[in-house]
């Protein structure tokens, strides 16, 4: 099912056997069944929901510079993103973001960029089920824009959301397609290496807490206690308020480079990047870098056998 949302320019994908909200344009939604995923329109974007229980809330427009996840939740309800700290005001929970021809799209000050939602839209997924549970997707355009308007870079975003019987965690994929814009050269994609797909976790979150990756090692010190390690997932186990929960981010084996994931503290941030500080990465006019990344939430401490079994679960869901 197509649903076309009228306030964000999404269009929203159901899964099979599950069903979208009609998101104010008129079309009727079959009923939910428990447990199964659904769509629907929030005053800020879009919203996914299992049943009475949310699941994230997509922030699609009305946002200063880029369109953001800006909450996520486990399974238990326990919502795990911070948006907009008083520390880094440029944080917003998950989102993504590279320098593009020199332009900074990661902070957010006069001279960075913006990512500008478009009237077009495009979208590619599959509608099919994960575990007997259900699979629901929306896919917003972006224009990547500099402080002059100049175009220099088109994203295609697509957020997927499944959960199934075999599911013990929320899970999502986050799917980035970037094109160089018709008509201009390359994009050059560079940045800080914690540039990429970030999140920055509520404030409880940054106490106590514990990194760990499928590597099982520390990684490159690069300054403070930011370190940057080659790894397929990086996991980070805390507490919010006195309720244990986990979150790994994964990197599919498709993408075009191996990701290198960027983790700090005190206050807690981890993010799934290109290695773009080192290795500046080129797209060709006209050109098309496809990017996917799977994020996890659990309810608890979750080791890392735990972890890695749901990362090869993801990979087979995505393929």
Known sequence: MRIVSSLCKLVVLGAAGCCAASLGTGIAADPPRPGQLQIV???????????????LDYRAGATPMKPYIQELFTPGGVQILRDSPHDHKHHHGLMFAVAVDGTDFWAENPHCGRQVPTNATAADA???????????????????????DVKVLQEDRTITALA????????????????????????KLTGSHYFGLGLRFVESMDQAGRFVNSEGREGVLVRGSERVTPARWCAYTSQVKDRPVTVAVFDHPKNPRPAQFFTMRPFAYLS????????????APQAS???RYGV??????????GVDSLYWKWVELEP
């Open 296 to 305: 996890a939430v659990w309810d608890g401490q979750i080791d890392s056998p």
């Open 126 to 148: 599959q509608s099919r089920a994960a575990d007997g549970g259900s699979r629901v997707a929306f896919t917003q355009h972006l224009d990547w824009r500099t402080p002059g």
């Open 272 to 283: 799934a990047t290109l290695n773009l500080w080192k290795q500046p990465l080129e797209i």
């Open 41 to 55: 329109e929030s005053p800020t974007g879009v919203a996914v929901r299992s049943g009475d229980r949310m699941v």
């Open 289 to 291: 870098l496809d990017l």
């Open 164 to 187: 199934g019987a075999n599911l013990p965690a929320t899970l999502l994929t986050w799917r980035s397609r970037l094109t160089a814009p018709e008509g201009k050269g390359p994009a």
